[in-house]
């Protein structure tokens, strides 16, 4: 277990305060504002702690750099906005997907990912 430092203490408000999976530039930035000295390097080292000690998960998301959310959460997929290029939890699941596996195969996960506009970049688009 690794020490407490008031560097992982603010990364780890970050992922108390927020739901959607963050890119490690997103930490940093949000954690700087507790701790403005604190480097990327010192993000990810702790982001990848986080990953061991099982607080945080990767979420990878096809052709985007790995992303971290809180670990334990609920099955859930993930909808990527386009234009602003957040990334939000999709708390919906269109259920099993054991009929589209091929036969003979195990199938143990699956992850959906839907993109299209968030709500604010749509409102805008409008305007």
């Known amino acids: 277990m690794q020490r407490e430092t008031k560097q992982?203490?603010?990364i780890r408000l970050v992922f108390d305060e927020n739901e959607s999976p963050l890119l490690p530039n997103e930490v940093l930035k949000l954690a700087q504002k507790t701790v403005p000295t604190l480097s990327l390097a010192t993000v990810?080292?702790?982001l990848n702690a986080f990953v061991q000690e099982g607080m945080l998960r990767l979420v990878s998301l096809p052709a985007e750099a790995p992303r971290f959310e809180r670990a334990g959460k609920h099955h859930h997929h993930h909808f990527?906005?386009?234009n602003c290029k957040k990334v939000f939890e999709v708390h919906a699941c269109a259920g099993s997907m054991q009929k589209m596996v091929p036969a003979g195969f195990e199938m143990d996960d699956h992850e959906i990912t839907l993109y299209g506009l968030c709500a604010d970049c749509s409102k805008q688009s409008k305007n």
Do not use: E
Request: positive net charge; glycine residues 0%; proline residues 0%.
């Open 8 to 10: 992982r203490d603010a």
């Open 44 to 46: 990810y080292r702790t």
């Open 80 to 82: 990527v906005c386009r």
